[in-house]
């Protein structure tokens, strides 16, 4: 069983900058590709963004892209999220999630889920 523990959200002004990060315990993390997604209050999860297990193939949601970046640190069985010029419709509980193989989308399903952690943006 894979466990996932996201950290680094809080509350940001428009316009800052938030790390988030995605650390499991296991032996095989470099196996798995990692999605990130996100959860406003009343309005359906979306994916944000997702990284293969090697860390080359990456994808964004247009909503996103030029603002945040992926990578992934397999040493350290991590996967950040850096979240730049952040707006107030970037708030929301932000989820990762693993899954076995790289599908070039970051649509779900995923075979493991973290617990999430809140990103708030506002002034």
Same mark, same amino acid.
């Given at each position: ?8 959200? *809080?509350?940001?002004?428009? #316009?800052? @900058?938030?790390?988030? =990060?995605?650390?499991? !315990?296991?032996?095989?993390? /470099? ?10 209050? *009343?309005?359906?999860?979306? #994916?944000? @963004?997702?990284?293969? =297990?090697?860390?080359? !193939?990456?994808?964004?949601? /247009? ?21 730049? =010029? ?38």
């Amino acid at each position: 069983q894979l466990q996932l523990v996201e950290s680094g959200g *809080g509350l940001v002004q428009p #316009g800052g @900058s938030l790390r988030l =990060s995605c650390t499991a !315990s296991a032996f095989t993390w /470099d196996y798995y590709a990692i999605g990130w997604f996100r959860q406003a209050p *009343g309005k359906e999860r979306e #994916g944000v @963004s997702c990284i293969s =297990s090697s860390g080359i !193939s990456r994808n964004y949601a /247009d909503s996103v892209k030029g603002r945040f970046t992926i990578s992934r640190d397999n040493a350290k069985n991590t996967v950040f999220l850096q979240m730049n =010029s952040l707006k107030p419709e970037d708030t929301g509980i932000y989820y990762c999630a693993a899954r076995g193989s790289w599908r070039g989308r970051c649509d779900p399903p995923y075979d493991y889920w973290g617990q999430g952690t809140q990103v708030t943006v506002s002034s």
